[in-house]
Nanobody, 124 residues
Framework: QVQLVESGGGLVQPGGSLRLSCAAS????????MGWFRQAPGKDHEFVTA????????SYADSVKGRFTISRASGENTVYFQMDSLKVEDTAVYYC?????????????????WGQGTQVTVSS
């Protein structure tokens, strides 16, 4: 089995920054692409960003392009997620996800493993 543990959430003012991390443990040799989704109250999971195993390919939702950055050391099973210029509408629970295929997908159903989530609140 694989366990994903997120950290780094919290409360920040609009325009501020947060850095999330996701560490994988267990049978990590089965992990390839990793990503982040978010879920606001009353809404479905929304794709935010993802990265391949080597870190060479990334993808972002249009709503976060230019503000958020995902990174990962090649072959490592910890991903970092830098969120800058945060907006109130970024408020959500952020989930780390991983899949056994080395291709990025924006579909939640494509991911095999999920973390418990970390709350990010952007408010003045």
């Amino acid at each position: 089995q694989v366990q994903l543990v997120e950290s780094g959430g919290g409360l920040v003012q609009p325009g501020g920054s947060l850095r999330l991390s996701c560490a994988a443990s267990g049978h990590t040799d089965s992990i390839y692409a990793m990503g982040w989704f978010r879920q606001a109250p009353g809404k479905d999971h929304e794709f935010v960003t993802a990265i391949t195993r080597s870190g060479g390919t990334t993808s972002y939702a249009d709503s976060v392009k230019g503000r958020f950055t995902i990174s990962r050391a090649s072959g490592e099973n910890t991903v970092y997620f830098q969120m800058d210029s945060l907006k109130v509408e970024d408020t959500a629970v952020y989930y780390c996800a991983a899949r056994r295929v080395n291709m990025i997908s924006s579909r939640p159903s494509a991911y095999d493993y999920w973390g418990q989530g970390t709350q990010v609140t952007v408010s003045s």
